[in-house]
């Protein structure tokens, strides 16, 4: 599997460059996961579902799953540490790309997602793992750089540059394990 993250500040355009990326990638063939990065209390049941009352009753793990999709819950007693190589390796084999939003201190390689009107720091200056940047104002970055600078409001163009540069995101599991 290959693996990209996408890294930037809150109101780059994160979410909206993945949740485009995921039917381009999906009309080229491919099949895609996402791994988000969340806040500490993030929920996906709700009070009152089977599901949500075995969390409470003190299961550590709930797995819900239909003839359409399969979800897996699991509560930690304390919070616990995990890094994105722990969730890739809770991942599906047969993807052919994941794509990771959040976790921007990580040591996958990355596309930072870059706005001036976010009003934050260009993160690529310093970030060796930053191997392109997407931006709609390439001419206000703040630093010159050597990697490219792709489009964010064109994904099938980001979609191709991922494609035609697939073997620099091939993903060694083994490495993490």
């Known amino acids: 599997m290959k693996v990209v993250g996408f890294a930037g500040y809150s109101g780059s355009?994160?979410?909206q460059l993945v949740e485009r990326l995921i039917p381009a990638l999906k009309l080229r063939g491919l099949r895609v996961s996402v791994v988000k990065h969340a806040h500490h209390d993030f929920d996906i049941d709700h009070p009152g579902k089977d599901t949500w009352r075995h969390?409470?009753?003190?299961a550590f793990e709930v797995v819900a799953a239909s003839d359409r999709r399969l979800a897996l819950m699991r509560e930690f007693e304390q919070p616990a540490q995990l890094t994105?190589?722990?969730l890739l390796s809770e991942l599906y084999d047969g993807v052919d790309w994941v794509l990771v939003e959040g976790f921007k201190n990580s040591d996958l390689l990355?596309?930072?997602v870059w706005r001036p009107e976010a009003g934050k720091p260009?993160?690529?200056?310093?970030?060796?793992f930053?191997?392109?940047?997407?931006?709609d104002a390439s001419e206000r970055l703040p630093q010159s750089t050597l990697r490219p600078v792709l489009d964010l409001n064109d994904a099938d163009a980001v979609a191709q540059w991922l494609v035609d540069n697939g073997d620099r995101f091939d993903?060694?599991?083994e490495k993490y394990a």
């Open 171 to 173: 993903y060694d599991a």
């Open 122 to 128: 260009a993160r690529y200056p310093d970030d060796d």
């Open 55 to 58: 969390r409470e009753a003190g």
């Open 130 to 135: 930053v191997v392109a940047i997407a931006t």
């Open 110 to 112: 990355k596309i930072e």
């Open 13 to 15: 355009g994160k979410t």
């Open 84 to 86: 994105v190589h722990h």
